[in-house]
């Protein structure tokens, strides 16, 4: 059982940057994937980024590519997720997740979910 809490969230002009992190409880953190991913008012939930356990890969979709950076420190029990040249398009509620296994993108497989920080972008 794993669970996760988000923040760092907040309000930001355009370019400006944030970073998100997400504490886990647990000894296991270690094993786990984590992504992050985020959901917009009226749209479906989004992939974002996601890490594997170990964090020597990392995966990111296109629209955050070159932008954004997951990243993890086991010991801390925490990953991170920092956003650089914040758009208005990036207002959501972002949210972490935990899976085992290998990371995805896919919504459905992730196990464990935390509670969601908003991140609002004006232009």
């Known amino acids: 059982q794993v669970q996760l809490v988000e923040s760092g969230g907040g309000l930001v002009q355009a370019g400006g940057s944030l970073r998100l992190s997400c504490a886990a409880s647990?000894?296991?953190?270690?094993?786990?994937?984590m992504g992050w991913f985020r959901q917009a008012p009226g749209r479906e939930r989004e992939f974002v980024a996601a890490?594997?356990?170990?964090?020597?890969?990392?995966y990111y979709a296109d629209s955050v590519k070159g932008r954004f950076t997951i990243s993890r420190d086991n010991a801390k029990n925490t990953a991170y997720l920092r956003m650089n040249s914040l758009k208005p398009e990036d207002t959501a509620l972002y949210y972490c997740?935990?899976?085992?296994?290998?990371?995805?993108?896919?919504?459905?497989?992730?196990?464990?979910w935390g509670q969601g920080t908003q991140v609002t972008v004006s232009s």
């Open positions: 890490i594997i356990w170990s964090g020597g890969s990392t």
């Open positions: 997740a935990a899976k085992t296994g290998g990371p995805t993108g896919n919504v459905a497989l992730y196990d464990y």
């Open positions: 647990g000894r296991t953190f270690g094993s786990y994937a």
